[in-house]
C-alpha cells in the first residue's frame, strides 16, 4: 500500500462510495471518522456529497464555505476547514451548490483531479474520509482520484448485491485512467438484521464471491443510528453505549490496523 504523501505528510484517504443511495454511506463517513478520531489520531472528513449530510450530520451550519469554493479556487484549505465538537476531527463541508461544480468542470482541463491539487497543502492529518455523492460523476471521480483506496458500504438486500459487481467493474477502470495506486479497503455490510434471512443470505453470497474485500466489521440495523445525524452528533456522542457505536468503533479499530499492516487488496484481485 502506498499512502498518499501530501506536503511532505503521510495521509491515508479512504473515500466512501456506492452509486446506489441509502446504504449508510454518509452514516459510515461521519461514524468511522469520528471513531478514529477519538482514538486519538487527527481525522479531516471531507463531504463532497452536494445533499451535504455528513456536514449537517456534525452539526455544520449550511452557510459554511466547504468544497465547492475549495475546489472553484475561491479559498483555500484552511479558509473552508470547519471544526467539530471532536478536538481531533475536522471537515470540509458542502451546500447543495455543488452541484452546479460538476457542470462548471466539465470544461476544465484535467476535471478529474481539481481537488487533488486543491487538497495539495494538506499536511497535519493521519487520515483523510471522504464522503461521495450516490453517483459516479465527475465529484466522486475527483474523490477517487486523490483515494488511497475505497470502503464500499453495502446495505444488505438483493439490489445492493446486483450493483456491486458493477461498483467492482467501475472502480477498475478508474484505477487504470486515472489513479493507478487505487485501492479497495473492503466491502462493509450495514443495516445488518440477524433476524432476516435475506440478510444472512446476502451475507452468505458476498463472503462467498467477495471474501478477499468483505471486512470483518458488520454495522446492524440500530435505531440510535438513525437519530444521531438530527442531533448534528456522530454515534459516539450521541449514544455511546449502543450496538451503532459499538460496530463503529470496531471498524476503526479494523481500518486502523489495516493500516499499520499496510495490507490491502487490490482492485486487480480475483473478486473484481
Known amino acids: 500500500m502506498s ?3 501530501i506536503s511532505g ?29 477519538l482514538s486519538g489520531k487527527k481525522v479531516l472528513l471531507i463531504d463532497v456529497d452536494p445533499q451535504g449530510n455528513a ?10 464555505k466547504g468544497v465547492y469554493e475549495l475546489m472553484m479556487g475561491e479559498a483555500s484549505v484552511e ?10 476531527l475536522k471537515i470540509i463541508p458542502s451546500r447543495v451548490d455543488l452541484t452546479g461544480a460538476e457542470i462548471e468542470l466539465v470544461t476544465r482541463e484535467s476535471r478529474e483531479t481539481v481537488l487533488k491539487r486543491a487538497l495539495a497543502n494538506l499536511d497535519e492529518y493521519e487520515f483523510v474520509v471522504i464522503d461521495c455523492p450516490p453517483s459516479l460523476g465527475l465529484l466522486t471521480l475527483n474523490a477517487l482520484a486523490v483515494s488511497n483506496s475505497v470502503l464500499i458500504p453495502m446495505q444488505c ?3 445492493a448485491l446486483q450493483g456491486l459487481s458493477h461498483l467492482l467493474k467501475t472502480l477498475k477502470l478508474v484505477k487504470k485512467s486515472i489513479n493507478q495506486d487505487l485501492k479497495v479497503e473492503g466491502i462493509l455490510l450495514t443495516m445488518f438484521d440477524s433476524r432476516t434471512l ?19 466489521s458488520v454495522i446492524p440495523r440500530n435505531v440510535r443510528l ?3 445525524p438530527s442531533h448534528g452528533k456522530p454515534i459516539m456522542l450521541y449514544a455511546g453505549r449502543s450496538r451503532g457505536a459499538d460496530s463503529y468503533v470496531e471498524l476503526a479499530k479494523e481500518i486502523i490496523s489495516r493500516s499499520k499492516t499496510e495490507t490491502k487488496t487490490s482492485l486487480t484481485g480475483s473478486a473484481a
Open 3 to 5: 499512502l498518499s504523501r
Open 9 to 37: 505528510a503521510m495521509s491515508k484517504i479512504i473515500s466512501i462510495a456506492n452509486q446506489k443511495g441509502g446504504v449508510g454511506k454518509t452514516t459510515t463517513a461521519i461514524n468511522l471518522s469520528a471513531s478514529i478520531a
Open 55 to 64: 456536514s449537517s450530520g456534525l452539526g455544520i451550519a449550511e452557510e459554511a
Open 79 to 88: 479558509e473552508v476547514t470547519c471544526s467539530t465538537e471532536i478536538e481531533t
Open 157 to 159: 438486500e438483493y439490489y
Open 198 to 216: 435475506l440478510a444472512t443470505q446476502v451475507k452468505d453470497q458476498v463472503q462467498k464471491y467477495f471474501s478477499d474485500f468483505l471486512l470483518k
Open 226 to 228: 438513525s437519530e444521531a
